[in-house]
């Protein structure tokens, strides 16, 4: 070969070998919607640490257990949380069944989009009818049929994808990599726990078991010597702030060593997961800036997850604050 075609073809075997560079590296990078910025090697280097046998920092896999909110951690609560969204949409359905609900002024409410009356007053009555409505008085077979319907169907509107689709990837790739390093893996949300059991294993990769949430009494009967839970409305327990803590204590048994939240309702289970931890934790909140591909909120959220003692709490407690603008390099699964 002279020398003028080797020339030629040098170009070309450097472009080649970085191509090549570039594919193992990209293929050996666990989390590529991240930016290489410092919150996503925060999680690296704590993961590296905790799964690497004798080191210092080295976690039994057995106690290597991780807890994420959802809404607003693991898929967006704005312009609202998306079980509001299955309320709104059972409501128009019951109404168009049964028009004299429509004289209920909760239910007139709810149609009209007046979250101002809905929620009025300390306890929201208004919105615990409505949920009364769609959640209790049917059985659990009935409301996850109802759930898995509108689930199968319904999209998010800032997308116009289903709701699945509009998970955060990068929030998938963390629960993969903590997957892959022998880490158990539980949402723990103040949504209702039936609603999320619905869709958390095919979006998430969560058994429902492992899912935490918002709950109310059951009554077991036998319907036609068939076993069957009714749903009610009496008890309800809000499974947010310090009772997120006392639900991973209580049902899980065990203490997180990784906490992932968003919002001022996630900062009990950020104490509990890093404050006198006998092994090596981590506390990671997602904050909201990016009002170009989501919503940019913290303290004034669009309707909730408000975030204020939680991100001034941070520094102290050296939890990772994610910029969702600058460290995220994509936002949603579905794009």
């Given at each position: 070969?002279?020398?003028?075609?080797?020339?030629?073809?040098?170009?070309?075997?450097?472009?080649?070998?970085?191509?090549?560079?570039?594919?193992?590296?990209?293929?050996?990078?666990?989390?590529?919607?991240?930016?290489?910025?410092?919150?996503?090697?925060?999680?690296l280097d704590f993961v590296a640490k905790v799964s690497v046998?004798?080191?210092?920092?080295?976690?039994?896999?057995?106690?290597?257990?991780?807890?994420?909110?959802?809404?607003?951690?693991?898929?967006?609560?704005?312009?609202?949380?998306?079980?509001?969204?299955?309320?709104?949409?059972?409501?128009?359905?019951?109404?168009?069944?049964?028009?004299?609900?429509?004289?209920?002024?909760?239910?007139?409410?709810?149609?009209?989009?007046?979250?101002?009356?809905?929620?009025?007053?300390?306890?929201?009555?208004?919105?615990?009818?409505?949920?009364?409505?769609?959640?209790?008085?049917?059985?659990?077979?009935?409301?996850?049929?109802?759930?898995?319907?509108?689930?199968?169907?319904?999209?998010?509107?800032?997308?116009?994808?289903?709701?699945?689709?509009?998970?955060?990837?990068?929030?998938?790739?963390?629960?993969?990599?903590?997957?892959?390093?022998?880490?158990?893996?539980?949402?723990?949300?103040?949504?209702?726990?039936?609603?999320?059991?619905?869709?958390?294993?095919?979006?998430?990769?969560?058994?429902?078991?492992?899912?935490?949430?918002?709950?109310?009494?059951?009554?077991?009967?036998?319907?036609?010597?068939?076993?069957?839970?009714?749903?009610?409305?009496?008890?309800?327990?809000?499974?947010?702030?310090?009772?997120?803590s006392v639900r991973i204590y209580q049902q899980l048994g065990?203490?997180?060593?990784?906490?992932?939240?968003?919002?001022?309702?996630?900062?009990?289970?950020?104490?509990?997961?890093?404050?006198?931890?006998?092994?090596?934790?981590?506390?990671?909140?997602?904050?909201?800036?990016?009002?170009?591909?989501?919503?940019?909120y913290d303290s004034k959220p669009p309707f909730s997850g408000?975030?204020?003692?939680?991100?001034?709490?941070?520094?102290?407690?050296?939890?990772?604050?994610?910029?969702?603008?600058?460290?995220?390099?994509?936002?949603?699964?579905?794009?």
């Amino acid at each position: 070969m002279n020398a003028g075609k080797k020339r030629l073809l040098m170009p070309l075997r450097l472009f080649l070998c970085s191509l090549m560079l570039m594919s193992v590296a990209q293929a050996e990078d666990p989390l590529p919607s991240w930016a290489d910025t410092s919150p996503k090697q925060a999680i690296l280097d704590f993961v590296a640490k905790v799964s690497v046998p004798n080191g210092k920092d080295f976690v039994p896999e057995q106690d290597r257990l991780a807890v994420f909110d959802n809404d607003g951690t693991l898929w967006p609560e704005c312009p609202m949380p998306f079980q509001i969204a299955f309320v709104i949409d059972e409501v128009k359905r019951l109404a168009a069944e049964q028009p004299e609900l429509a004289k209920d002024p909760m239910v007139k409410a709810t149609l009209e989009g007046d979250f101002k009356a809905l929620f009025a007053g300390e306890k929201h009555d208004g919105f615990m009818k409505i949920m009364a409505l769609t959640h209790s008085g049917m059985s659990s077979d009935e409301f996850s049929r109802r759930v898995k319907s509108w689930f199968s169907k319904a999209e998010y509107p800032p997308l116009g994808t289903s709701y699945g689709e509009a998970t955060y990837q990068p929030m998938q790739e963390v629960i993969s990599l903590l997957r892959s390093k022998g880490f158990q893996v539980a949402i723990v949300s103040g949504g209702g726990v039936d609603f999320m059991r619905q869709f958390s294993e095919d979006v998430y990769g969560v058994s429902p078991e492992w899912v935490l949430g918002s709950s109310a009494d059951v009554v077991f009967k036998l319907q036609d010597d068939v076993p069957t839970f009714v749903k009610q409305a009496s008890n309800l327990y809000i499974n947010d702030k310090v009772g997120k803590s006392v639900r991973i204590y209580q049902q899980l048994g065990r203490r997180p060593i990784a906490c992932f939240g968003n919002s001022d309702g996630d900062q009990s289970m950020l104490e509990y997961t890093t404050i006198d931890n006998p092994y090596k934790s981590l506390g990671v909140i997602i904050h909201h800036t990016d009002g170009q591909r989501e919503c940019e909120y913290d303290s004034k959220p669009p309707f909730s997850g408000k975030l204020i003692t939680a991100l001034e709490e941070a520094p102290k407690r050296r939890w990772v604050v994610v910029d969702m603008k600058q460290d995220w390099e994509a936002v949603f699964s579905g794009q």
